[in-house]
């Protein structure tokens, strides 16, 4: 591997994209098939980061029900009543089993308006308004201050948002890897395209 690409384990972050309650449950209104199955190697992923002291960012979405802050292509369908990660509402949440105590709740007030939500020592949570989880977030300021240049990608579902955060951590030069056993709707040609701008795929 390009030493320029490797990962930097003494300053790396995981990063769980959409792995919430709406886009991941069994019938769930937007469920992205693989996600839950996906779950037991994001869990495992998790707890390694969490026993090295190592950052985890749960990057969410959230849908007002007016649809003013979803993508062009969810809008109308958000707007005629389809309730999709709402906030305060179960199916937002994350998945319970991604979360370091059971009680811990999105606040989603604080999310919309940018702030990241601190969870645990070294576990936050933080909104993304479009696919790419670095468009109009405070997520690269928050990476640099904590002097963080490695970042490891899971969750849901890699065509959209998953390859989007991937590719603007690439123009941002931040070292990647993909956890290929770890994200749901994950594809060979996707896959090469990712190891083509130097990201690492690799089971967890």
């Known amino acids: 591997m390009d030493t320029c690409t490797q990962l930097n384990p003494k300053a790396v ?9 709406d886009f991941t449950m069994p019938g769930a209104p937007a469920e992205v098939p693989g996600t839950a199955e996906a779950i037991p190697k994001i869990v495992q992923l998790i707890q390694a980061f969490r026993h090295a002291a ?3 960012i749960h990057v969410v979405r959230l849908y007002l029900p007016d649809g ?14 389809a309730q999709i990660v709402q906030p305060g509402s179960a199916g937002a949440e994350l ?14 007030e604080r999310l ?21 989880a670095f468009y109009r977030t405070p997520l690269e300021t928050f990476l640099r201050e904590r002097q963080i240049d490695s970042l490891v990608f899971c969750g ?9 955060s991937i590719y603007e951590a690439s ?11 770890a994200v749901s709707g994950l594809y060979d040609q996707g896959l090469r395209e990712s190891e083509r701008i130097g990201v690492f795929g690799s089971d967890p």
């Open 13 to 21: 972050a995981l990063m769980t994209i959409d792995v919430q309650n």
């Open 54 to 56: 190592q950052p985890v």
């Open 68 to 81: 003013s802050n979803a993508e062009l292509c969810r809008r109308e369908a958000i707007r005629a009543g």
């Open 95 to 108: 998945v319970e089993a991604l979360k370091p105590t059971r009680s811990i709740r999105l606040d989603a």
């Open 112 to 132: 919309l308006q940018g702030h990241v939500q601190q969870i645990d020592r070294q576990e936050f949570i933080m909104y993304k308004l479009r696919w790419g």
């Open 156 to 164: 849901c579902n890699f065509p959209n948002c998953p390859r989007m």
């Open 171 to 181: 123009e941002r030069d931040f070292r990647i890897a993909l956890a290929t056993d």
